[in-house]
């Protein structure tokens, strides 16, 4: 027979205290959840989903967007793509985005700033100032192309050409038209609208009213749009066959979010009805659920409340730290299972309620307070990130874990005596119990030790073999892969290629933001000759500032035009073909340029130039060519260089560095923010789960053993993502640390139910250890698994990389804590196997000992 410990007498004294002040304790809880339930409530309220709040306040693409949004309105669209399939539905489509428009322009300001179907404005101001618009040395150019042509219609009426037979210079300039009409785009479309029969495709714009990175506001106006679209009838009402898409920055926000949401709402159900399931099925007691479930409960608000007050002061969460609240419980649970695994194993041997929670506390006390401790270290190391998500995942994750095992420490013990009322006792709940199947893993351990061992140990060696291949080119650069799986099929990917297509280029620019017109036009300076050169070649298509729509040099160009009229004779005009005097007359008109005045500018041309409080000239937008590229980071991080070594070109004139603005900059912040702090929060959280051990443990021969386990676990874990081809990213990483933290939590148990209760004349029984605890060990990590395992049914990438990453972590750690750390245990300290045969007979053929009987050895000193 195996024989335990007793419980000290302050323990017996804590719990009978627990148990007496009961309703005291729970009254209280109750009290500090209403006002911490309310300020979780404002902190869920205040849920920001702009990509910036991920970032540091200080962070340069995060200070830029918010100088931004207070600059700037609007640059930021909603495409409504309508795909006729053939050319004779157009018109349809057109109606129907006629009908859609009308709608959309009574939504309000701070939603909608301008609804576009076409560009006969912009055409119209265009084809009006064609030749004003043109930049001077372009005028320039066109003046020295047709001065060669009349020197050599004079050469050749003087018979003075050198070489008759090469021909007139050419009066082409197709190469100059080509570059302004890639500035606008839109070569294909046909008249003033968005539409071009070909591709059989025709689209509507919606501005937004300012520039923002929030899902919620987009969520709206796509909502809003929807139901306008179904309020009109549809699309089939204006032909059979219209298919509708969206596209553009508003619907890449909604569309992940979206996803992300209905992601986690699915997953969350399917997790709570399987963890539910595997509970009662583990404890045969339906009463096991709310036992475990309501400690959490106030422990769960009392975490959110206690972030928000100082020193944390965490105001609002953001997408990465929305979330928590399920984690914290599903993670925290970790507690009570393993608490309440050892009181139903002592009631079932027939302890009284209390005699049964006094060994419950006293035998998990050490194993629980260890595995929250090395949790919340783990959680704690993210706040070394700069990283604001994972900083704020830190802190409330981190507290999370030290506030649900004191929850579980001083409100489950009364709540347990009251739900089990002597309902659980060895007649009516031992007697119907089977062989468990940590029994039959506890005798092959025991049988086959060395080969365990020598299993693991070339798994690890190989596994360390691997590790050198782990460097950055693990990270993942190409975001493309962590959007929603269908949206190259049906979503975004697929509607937003073909509104590249039939625009030609992006509509969203990158912002350069400075404090003058002159820092302005030093930069564009600076730009153009850039985007001649690497890393800014090909990946610019234009370049807009508000020179370029009202030219400040407007008496220069009228002069060089009127220049080129001069050149033009009669005489000279006469020599062209009719092709050439056409295209000739067509470019440059037949009289003086009109002037370009301020107020006959269209809005649309002005957008992102012209500011709130009405100043103008201050910014430069950079449109970027189109490209699949786009979503790799390395172009990004490339395009980003290039255009922060040009924005320091204000310093130069005594300023401050030009700030850059939008998608791109907070992209690249963010992948050098996982570059950066990935590795630092990585090792810490590590380092602080190894230092919990060893301050719970201190020099006990199990400190090498536990953390050994754990390492182990962690290099088959990034084995296991190197084999299978799994890149980090910044919604996996977060696979690391709390692997770090709940992995040890299975080693540290089954150390600790090892040491402190496995004794038997002095010997510790390494498979009374596992059959013990390893069912506890076992469901928590089951409960765990089953929430990352719901991830892998998920539409975003990006979350079934993460669930991937986390379940095979899970799998590594739990199989070291409980096959090999035990098998090594039999193997290091030879008598070990000794005590397991002894006890395999008995163990087969009776109830799982008893724990009345004393121990003759202290825990700490293994033989």
């Known amino acids: 027979m195996q024989s335990d410990r007793p419980p000290n007498p302050l323990t017996r004294r804590f719990v009978t205290w627990t148990l007496r002040h009961g309703r005291v304790l729970w009254t209280v809880a109750v009290l500090l959840s209403l006002p911490a339930a309310f300020r979780t409530v404002q902190l869920y309220r205040n849920l920001r989903s702009e990509l910036e709040e991920l970032l540091p306040r200080n962070a340069p693409s995060a200070v830029a967007i918010q100088e931004l949004r207070h600059r700037m309105a609007g640059l930021q669209y909603l495409g409504v793509v309508v795909d006729v399939g053939t050319a004779d539905k157009l018109g349809a489509g057109e109606h129907l985005l006629d009908d859609l428009a ?20 912009e055409r119209a101001f265009i084809e009006r100032h064609a030749v004003i618009l043109l930049e001077l040395e372009d005028l320039k150019l066109i003046r020295e192309r047709i001065e060669d042509r009349v020197h050599w219609e004079y050469g050749k009426t003087t018979g003075t050409l050198l070489d008759e037979d090469d021909g007139p210079p050419s009066l082409d300039f197709s190469d100059i038209e080509a570059k302004y009409r890639r500035r606008v785009g839109g070569g294909d479309l046909v008249g003033n609208r968005f539409s071009n029969p070909k591709l059989g495709l025709t689209l509507l714009l919606v501005e937004v009213g300012g520039f923002s990175t929030s899902a919620k506001q987009s969520q709206e106006l796509i909502r809003r749009v929807q139901a306008d679209i179904a309020a009109l009838g549809g699309a089939d009402r204006y032909a059979k066959g219209l298919r509708i898409g969206f596209s553009g920055d508003v619907a890449i926000s909604a569309e992940e979010t979206a996803a992300l949401v209905g ?37 769960l608000v009392w975490t959110f409340g206690l972030a928000s007050l100082p020193p944390f002061r965490i105001t609002e969460l953001n997408s990465n730290t929305a979330f928590l609240g ?19 194993e002592a009631r079932r041997r027939g302890s009284s309620i209390e005699d049964a929670l006094v060994l419950a506390f006293a035998g998990t006390r050490k194993g629980t307070l260890s595995a929250a401790l090395a949790a919340g270290a783990a959680y704690a190391s993210l706040v070394a990130m700069q990283f604001r998500g994972f900083r704020q995942f830190g802190v409330i994750g981190g507290l999370g874990m030290v506030i ?30 089977r062989r468990q199947p940590m029994a039959a893993l506890a005798s092959w351990v025991g049988n086959h030790p ?24 693990r990270l993942e650069y190409d975001f493309s892969r962590l959007r929603r799986r269908d949206t190259w099929t049906a979503g975004e990917g697929y509607w937003g290629k073909k509104m590249d297509t039939l625009l030609g280029r992006y509509l969203t620019p990158t912002v350069i933001l400075t404090d003058s017109e002159a820092e302005a036009r030093a930069v564009t300076a600076r730009l153009r000759e850039a985007a001649k050169h690497p890393p800014l070649l090909d990946l610019i298509a234009s370049l807009r500032t508000y020179d370029d729509v009202l030219p400040p040099d407007q ?8 220049a080129i009229h001069r050149k033009m004779t009669p005489k000279l005009r006469q020599h062209l073909s009719d092709v050439d005097r056409r295209r000739l007359d067509d470019f440059l008109g037949d009289g003086p340029p009109a002037r370009v005045l301020p107020g006959e500018i269209p809005s649309v041309l002005t957008t992102g130039l012209r500011e709130r409080d009405g100043t103008a000239g201050r910014t430069v937008l950079v449109f970027p060519n189109p490209a699949n590229s786009w979503w790799r980071g390395e172009t990004i991080a490339a395009f980003m260089a290039g255009l922060r070594e040009v924005a320091e070109v204000p310093r130069s004139m005594g300023g401050r560095a030009a700030r850059v603005a939008g998608g791109p900059a907070l992209s690249s912040d963010i992948i050098g923010s996982m570059q950066r702090d990935g590795p630092l929060a990585s090792t810490l959280a590590l380092i602080g789960v190894m230092a919990t051990v060893l301050v719970v443990f201190r020099r006990s021969l199990a400190t090498p053993f536990v953390i050994g386990s754990l390492i182990v676990g962690v290099l088959w874990l990034l084995a296991a993502t190197l084999l299978l081809g799994i890149k980090i990213n910044f919604v996996n990483f977060i696979a690391f640390p709390i692997t770090f933290g709940i992995g040890v939590d299975y080693a540290v148990n089954v150390m600790a139910r090892y040491l402190r209760d496995g004794s038997q004349n002095g010997r510790h029984d390494v498979r009374a250890a596992i059959r013990g605890t390893g069912g506890a060990v076992g469901l928590c990590s089951l409960t765990t698994i089953i929430g990352y395992s719901s991830l892998l049914m998920a539409q975003n990438v990006g979350l079934f ?4 990453l986390a379940v095979l972590g899970e799998i590594a750690c739990l199989t070291t804590a409980v096959v090999v750390l035990p098998a090594v245990l039999l193997l290091v300290r030879p008598t070990e196997r000794a005590v397991v045969q002894a006890s395999e007979g008995d163990a087969s053929r009776s109830a799982p000992p008893s724990e009345t009987a004393p121990a003759k050895r202290s825990p700490r000193a293994l033989p």
Do not use: K
């Open 450 to 473: 060395r080969a365990i061992v020598a299993t693991a140990g070339l798994m690890t060696l190989l596994a360390a073999w691997q590790i050198p291949h782990f460097g950055r080119d």
């Open 263 to 299: 992601d986690l709402t699915l997953s969350s159900v399917l997790v709570i009805a399987a963890v539910v399931l595997a509970l009662i099925f583990f404890y045969r007691w339906p009463r096991s659920v709310p036992a475990l479930f309501l400690p959490l409960t106030p422990a």
């Open 326 to 344: 399920s984690i914290i419980i599903g993670n925290g649970i970790h507690f009570g299972v393993i608490e309440l695994a050892r009181y139903v």
């Open 555 to 562: 008496d220069d160009r009228a002069a060089e035009v009127a």
């Open 404 to 433: 649900c095992w004191t929850s579980t420490l001083l409100l489950t013990p009364s709540l347990i005596a009251w739900l089990d009322g002597g309902r659980l006792h060895a007649d009516g709940f031992g007697a119907r119990r």
């Open 801 to 804: 990389l993460f669930g991937l």
């Open 102 to 121: 009308e709608r959309i322009r009574r939504y309000p300001r701070e939603l909608v700033s301008d609804v576009r179907t076409g560009f006969e404005s």
